[in-house]
């Protein structure tokens, strides 16, 4: 397809051999002074359900806006299913979108809003007039098609966007906080019904949230942005348990961070200075980094014990020896905040399995032991 | 607590809107009694009794019937062509970004800036330059380019109102420029239309200063009361203007009836957003 040799992060692995279904090429937009989108490229395979995960501002929407047509990248090149589309206007892509505001026709029936695709298209009447139905019962509003728009609620409008992009059999649907302003619980729900209707239809998703529980519970992958780029792009579980940079370790979940440096690497184990502990991470993690560079540990992935006792630290262990500063029992898990004899503030979740476990109170020395291949290891932020 | 200072207070406020109101209602209520006045000679000016003889045959006097067709023609063609024109020139100046943008947009306005006086003078002398015979198309072409900036600002601002997203709505789903502007944008500003439509009428038919450079041998209702006045106004004149009053009461209770239904079927439609 093109002669696009590097392997991009997370690249594309499609059975049938074709290419992406959307390729982003050293895309840059700019605003005046400000660059939105920063020399981006990004692939997204076929039928996936792919996130764009990140913070306020850091350029998702415009990224979505250049894939629909409606922002001009400023440099670099946007193809959808192997066509150069950069320059097409966007009314002549195979994609559609499902606005941050969902955009209805405020003057027209939910039926109409939802025939509008297809009218355009001079799709026969009968096969009109059934798809349009069956995009609506995916969505579960058949008895509101001949409501106006502005008689329904939040939610309800959201499913019209989204069956009004849908019922056009797009290429792919772009999707912009879709359930950005809906409350918690309906939000919840139509997580759920997301990623339901995705694998009915199989078409592509690129889904634009700064919620990360939300990208993680729908997506197939995941791209972080931060600053118009894209920090790291994984699956759920390789963005949570192998964190690359500082950013991503932070912005998906909690994590435990320690300056470190590299000391020695035999086979498969390479070993960190962290504060004078030594930490051990599985060496392949190491493997092409330079520069300052943290280890890591999600507070869930650490146990406590006393030791006092002079306790055993288990076979081949990272272990840092330490004092509970704090304790807090939240009920599902203890929440404790402890000191390392390094000087470090580190967080343990200790999950409430079992009966009679003790809470260890402010003060007792402990040892705070993880399994090495919980360990991960991301680049130092400059002032940070 | 009200102290009685507050109850003074609130009286007095009371009275003085009540005589604004009356202040600015007694014209217009004369104007109506003395269609009904039983005058008798050319002067209409003192109250000498009821009848109903000027409401039975309102176009007895010569010259008044015509002006006033003259003058509903040249309001009816002046609307028609200022909403035309002014819907695009709104559409060209919000949504495209075109060289001489910002010329057009403070260009239009200019003529609701300038004095009628002038505007009327420097259009006569152009229409003498131009060796154009002074009449009706001289009038109408007057009144199309002092109404056209009540129009642009009235649709603008219904434009700028709109939620860009729902014209980007239509074309992601497959519709050209052509097509969003049909299907989603005229009727979505449809409401600002139908109310600059009335305004354009309202400052057409009332004009005067600047008709009367440009009228020629032609006479619209205002020229032709002007013209009265020296000899007398027949009360015909009265009735006349007690019906356009009318008119003009009828079409604007019709706009509020547009401009509530547009705003209940725009209100709170998407999001309120709760968060970024
Ligand atoms: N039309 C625009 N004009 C100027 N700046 C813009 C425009 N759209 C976006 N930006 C800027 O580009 C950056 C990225 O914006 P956006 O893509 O909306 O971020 P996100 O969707 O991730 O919150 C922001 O700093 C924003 O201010
Ligand atoms: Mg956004």
């Known amino acids: 397809m093109q002669a696009h040799t590097t392997v991009v992060a997370g690249a594309v692995e499609t059975a049938d051999g074709a290419g992406p279904d959307i390729g982003l090429y050293d895309v840059t937009k700019r605003f005046g002074e400000q660059v939105a989108v920063d020399e981006l490229t990004l692939e997204i395979p076929k039928g996936s359900f792919f996130a764009l995960l990140g913070p306020s501002g850091c350029g998702k929407t415009t990224t979505l806006r250049m894939i629909g047509g409606f922002e001009e990248p400023t440099s670099g090149r946007i193809e959808l299913a192997g066509r150069d589309v950069t320059d097409v206007p966007p009314h002549k892509r195979d994609v559609n979108t499902v606005f941050q505001s969902y955009a209805l026709f405020p003057h027209m029936t939910v039926e109409k809003n939802v025939a509008f695709g297809l009218e355009r298209k001079k799709v026969r009447r009968d096969e009109l007039r059934r798809r349009v139905g069956e995009a609506l019962e995916l969505v579960e509003l058949g008895a509101l098609a001949k409501r106006r728009p502005t008689q329904m609620s939040g939610g309800q409008q959201q499913r019209v966007a989204l069956a009004r992009a849908l019922v056009n059999r797009p290429q792919a649907l772009l999707l912009d906080e879709p359930l950005g302003a809906l409350d918690l619980r309906l939000r919840k729900q139509l997580q759920i019904q997301l990623s339901h209707i995705q694998r009915e239809v199989g078409i592509t998703f690129v889904h634009v949230t700064h919620d990360q529980e939300e990208a993680m519970t729908m997506a197939d992958r995941i791209a972080v942005m931060r600053d118009g780029r894209i920090d790291q792009l994984g699956s759920a579980e390789e963005l949570y348990d192998q964190p690359r940079t500082e950013f991503v370790a932070n912005f998906l979940g909690s994590s435990n961070l320690i300056d470190a440096a590299l000391v020695a690497r035999q086979g498969d184990v390479a070993e960190f200075d962290a504060g004078g502990a030594r930490v051990r991470v599985p060496s392949r993690l190491v493997d092409g980094r330079d520069g300052a560079l943290c280890v890591g540990v999600r507070p869930e992935k650490i146990s406590l014990r006393p030791a006092d006792a002079g306790a055993q630290v288990p076979d081949g262990e990272n272990s840092l020896l330490g004092h509970v500063t704090d304790a807090s029992f939240v009920g599902v898990s203890t929440h404790y905040i402890v000191r390392t004899d390094g000087g470090h503030d580190i967080q343990v979740f200790a999950q409430n399995a079992g009966a009679g476990l003790e809470t260890l109170g402010p003060g007792r020395r402990v040892a705070a032991t993880w399994q090495p291949e919980y360990t991960f290891v991301v680049a130092k932020e400059a002032g940070a | ?276």
């Open chain 2, 1 to 276: 607590m009200r102290t009685r200072v507050d109850r003074i207070r609130d009286v007095l406020i009371g009275a003085w809107a009540v005589l604004a109101i009356v202040y600015l209602f007694i014209p217009i209520f004369v104007i109506v009694l003395f269609s009904f006045n039983d005058n008798k000679g050319r002067f209409n000016f003192t109250w000498q009794g009821f009848t109903l003889r000027h409401w039975k045959d309102p176009f007895a006097v010569e010259g008044l019937s015509d002006a006033m067709v003259t003058s509903l023609s040249i309001a009816a063609l002046c609307t028609v062509i200022s909403i035309t024109l002014g819907t695009f020139v709104a559409l060209a100046i919000v949504r495209y970004r075109f060289v001489g943008r910002g010329a057009t947009n403070t260009l239009v306005f200019l003529p609701l800036a300038t004095p009628e006086v002038v505007l009327g003078a420097a259009l006569l002398g152009w229409f003498l330059t131009m060796s154009f015979a002074r009449g009706f198309t001289t009038v109408l072409i007057a009144h199309v380019m002092f109404t056209l900036g009540y129009v642009v600002i009235t649709i603008r601002a219904r434009l700028e109102g709109m939620d860009l997203h729902i014209e980007e709505a239509a074309q992601d789903l497959g519709a050209n420029q052509m097509t969003t502007i049909r299907k989603v944008t005229l009727p979505l500003i449809a409401p600002g239309i139908v109310a600059a439509g009335l305004l354009a009428f309202a400052i057409s038919i009332d004009d005067f200063v600047v008709s009367n450079f440009n009228a020629g041998q032609t006479v619209t209702f205002p020229l032709f009361v002007y013209g009265a006045a020296r000899q007398g106004v027949p009360p015909q004149v009265n009735v006349m203007a007690t019906m356009l009053l009318g008119l003009a009461l009828v079409l604007m209770f019709v706009n509020v009836a547009i401009q509530r239904r547009a705003a209940r079927r725009d209100a709170a439609l998407g999001p309120q957003p709760a968060r970024v």
